[in-house]
């Protein structure tokens, strides 16, 4: 099987929806871009329906546009529904193969819920979590398609709102600092009218 796998990628963000990512982490992933890593991105849903967007082609068109922009080496989303996204099993597995494909070092997730905002997001934390457990399982082959077992050795968290998270014992902030690169985090950030709606860094 591993002579069928794409080539790794060094770090992979998720995110519940197309835009996610680029408002959580979009100025990380393009400082690691330029650092030499391989980034991908992995959006669970594709967004829609959402106010000013006409719909799925749209917002494929702008996440594409978004991780070009980025520099990142490979976007998919998964399919899953928008707005009626629970943590199961099928999500789970699904990104389980993602990781198990791609083989990342790294792990990007959603750090928490989002009050007045997406309960999807919520979701997505447990998603993450469960299928970087799920990538390291073995005796699992057969609900892999015999994808080899990848053990994720580090999963970071990322929030999608203002200020500084509040954190829970033993959990300490990173902060990367993204001088320089503000103005290509706002590019992904912003392309197409939806992505720009919100006025969210």
Same mark, same amino acid.
């Given at each position: 099987?591993?002579?069928?796998?794409?080539?790794?990628?060094?770090?992979?963000?998720?995110?519940?929806?197309?835009?996610?990512?680029?408002?959580?982490?979009?100025?990380?992933?393009a400082?690691?871009?330029?650092?030499?890593?391989?980034?991908?991105?992995?959006?669970?849903?594709?967004?829609?329906?959402? &106010?000013?967007?006409?719909? @799925?082609?749209?917002?494929?068109?702008?996440?594409? *546009?978004?991780? %070009?922009? +980025?520099?990142?080496? =490979?976007?998919?989303?998964l399919?899953?529904?928008?707005?009626?996204?629970?943590?199961?099993?099928?999500?789970?597995?699904?990104?389980?193969?993602?990781?198990?494909?791609?083989?990342?070092?790294?792990?990007?997730?959603?750090?928490d819920?989002t009050?007045?905002?997406?309960?999807?997001?919520?979701q997505?934390?447990?998603?993450?979590?469960?299928?970087?457990?799920?990538?390291?399982?073995?005796?699992?082959?057969?609900?892999?398609?015999?994808? &080899?077992?990848?053990?994720? @050795?580090?999963?970071?968290?990322?929030?999608?709102? *203002?200020?500084? %998270?509040? +954190?829970?014992?033993? =959990?300490?902030?990173?902060?990367?600092?993204?001088?320089?690169?503000?103005?290509?985090?706002?590019?992904?950030?912003?392309?197409?009218?939806?992505?720009g709606?919100?006025?969210?860094?």
């Amino acid at each position: 099987m591993d002579e069928q796998l794409p080539e790794p990628l060094d770090v992979i963000a998720v995110g519940a929806h197309p835009d996610d990512v680029e408002i959580g982490c979009g100025g990380t992933l393009a400082r690691l871009v330029d650092q030499g890593l391989r980034v991908g991105i992995v959006d669970i849903t594709d967004g829609e329906p959402t &106010p000013r967007s006409s719909g @799925p082609a749209q917002r494929l068109a702008e996440a594409t *546009a978004a991780a %070009a922009t +980025l520099g990142v080496a =490979h976007r998919e989303q998964l399919g899953f529904p928008n707005r009626r996204l629970f943590d199961g099993f099928e999500v789970r597995v699904a990104l389980a193969k993602v990781f198990r494909r791609f083989r990342p070092q790294l792990v990007l997730g959603l750090g928490d819920k989002t009050p007045l905002a997406s309960p999807d997001h919520a979701q997505a934390v447990a998603i993450t979590e469960a299928a970087v457990f799920y990538s390291r399982l073995t005796k699992w082959d057969d609900t892999f398609d015999g994808l &080899p077992v990848h053990t994720v @050795p580090n999963l970071l968290s990322y929030f999608l709102f *203002a200020g500084v %998270a509040d +954190l829970p014992a033993s =959990h300490w902030p990173l902060v990367v600092n993204i001088h320089g690169l503000l103005d290509r985090k706002m590019a992904a950030r912003g392309v197409g009218p939806h992505r720009g709606a919100d006025g969210r860094l």
